[in-house]
């Protein structure tokens, strides 16, 4: 869901979350262009009539602007970068140049999906948010689709927080892990785990950065096929269409001649950090040889003393040291069997905190999506056993396009193209 350096800003006439059992995709989304202070005047005064808010209603939209770069939006303040820190989680000399800015009103929500690269750490500055995370071993039971299309984001079809069970009955099998981001908290976010954001507050700010891992690699290689095959099939079906299955934040171009050179590029890349890897593991292990000598006589006696210590540790001291590279003060969330917001009676907390200060900064794309009204249990299950009854007969008689690029380009797949593409140019 990004977009570029400049002001633009997201609306459209789909629901709130939690109020439909289809998620709310950025392609069912429109867009203004619009400045912090004009979305805080609209947020929070409700006084956008005459700005570029004007057409939509402050109690029937909500508004996001989210893949805010800081390179981009600081350009000229660089030392901005520097206020945001990563060191204390293990990432010395990481900061603002590599975080991105996330700003919501109450309700604005991403539709459950997995980001294809890397791992995350999220930090809550204002506002709170409130995580559906499900681990990468239930992607089955999250039904992925790479339609709409956005490069390194896979989507789930069901709306997690109101969930079509006739539709998707293996979605009861997943296990729902859900965290609540307040301010000055911080959130890691494994690679491949599915995550649903919600805000519920009046203003949310967040800050994020996506680490780097060594399998990313070769999971560009298997976007670029993905990339390839989607925009092949979907422009054949519809080439004067693209805004149906592609999303805003793709504005590269599609062309099959640009889509092969992206994946050469990316095998390209990929044995070329192949060949550094090797020389750099080669001079490791020359001297790791030469220390292993050294270490071979202490080795004993360390193992000893470590079992020895370990038998004196309670527990819980045991659990933090082995909590990995971020330290003690990392605490995992653990699957919750609590039911979803929408299922509780009600998504829309409201603590009435304070609007951020406002300031003249422009705020980039914002989404902002209609609140329809919730329908009563009675019309909720009319309608479910109608679309229910619809979409099965509708399998039944009719493959879509979207229903094959479902199995084409399902991660796994394109994780087995990804690597017979690689091996034949390794022979």
């Known amino acids: 869901m990004a977009a570029g350096p400049g002001a633009t800003t997201d609306t459209g006439p789909a629901a709130g979350a939690g109020e439909e059992e289809v998620p709310q995709f ?20 409700h006084s956008g009539i005459s ?4 057409d939509y209603d402050h109690s ?6 989210d893949y805010k770069y800081f390179v981009r939006l600081f350009e000229d303040k660089t030392d ?26 109450l309700g604005a929500h ?21 995580w559906h995370l499900f681990p990468p071993e239930d992607t089955r039971f999250l039904y992925p689709t790479r339609i709409p299309y956005e490069e390194s984001s ?60 060594e399998e990313d690699h070769q999971a560009r290689v298997e976007e670029a096929i993905t990339r390839m095959l989607v925009c092949a099939l979907k422009s054949a079906e519809d080439p004067h269409n693209t805004r149906a299955w592609l999303n805003p934040t793709e504005v590269e171009e599609t062309s099959h001649e640009v889509n092969c050179r992206y994946l050469n590029g990316a095998i390209s890349a990929f044995f070329d950090h192949s ?39 309670p527990l819980e001291t045991v659990k933090q040291e082995a909590a990995g590279p971020f330290g003690p003060d990392l605490l995992p ?67 879509s396009t979207d229903d094959v690029l479902d199995c084409v380009v399902n991660p796994q797949v394109t994780k087995i193209v990804a690597q017979l593409l690689i091996q034949g140019r390794s022979l």
Request: aromatic share 10%; proline share 5%; glycine share 8%.
């Open 333 to 399: 969330v653990l699957p919750s069997s609590e039911k979803p917001p929408s299922e509780r009676g009600g998504i829309f907390e409201n603590d009435d905190k304070d609007c951020v200060g406002k300031g003249g900064e422009h705020f980039g794309k914002l989404h902002c999506t209609k609140r329809q009204r919730r329908m009563s249990k009675s019309e909720n299950a009319t309608v479910g056993q109608i679309a229910s009854n619809h979409a099965t007969a509708h399998c039944q008689t009719f493959i």
């Open 110 to 130: 991403t539709p459950c999906h997995l980001d294809s690269y890397g791992c995350n750490l999220v930090f809550q500055v204002q506002g709170r948010k409130r």
């Open 51 to 54: 700005g570029p808010f004007r």
């Open 275 to 313: 060949r550094t890897s090797k020389v750099v593991e080669t001079q490791e292990l020359k001297t790791n040889g030469e220390d292993m000598k050294k270490n071979e006589l202490n080795v004993h006696h360390l193992m000893e003393v470590e079992q020895t210590g370990s038998q004196n540790l």
């Open 60 to 65: 029937e939209f909500w508004a996001y602007a």
């Open 26 to 45: 950025e392609t069912t989304c429109g867009y203004v262009e619009a400045t912090i202070e004009e979305f805080l005047a609209w947020n929070c005064d």
């Open 154 to 213: 896979v989507f789930s079809k069901v709306s997690v927080v109101n969930p079509d069970l006739k539709r998707f009955p293996q979605f009861q099998k997943a296990r729902r892990h859900v965290v609540t981001l307040s301010p000055g908290q911080v959130l890691f976010v494994p690679r491949h785990w599915w995550h649903y954001v919600e805000c519920i507050d009046p203003v949310t700010v967040s800050i994020n950065s996506w680490i780097e891992l």
């Open 80 to 105: 901005i970068f520097q206020d945001v820190i990563w060191s204390d989680f293990g990432f010395p000399g990481r900061n603002g140049r590599e975080s991105t800015l996330w700003i919501g009103s």
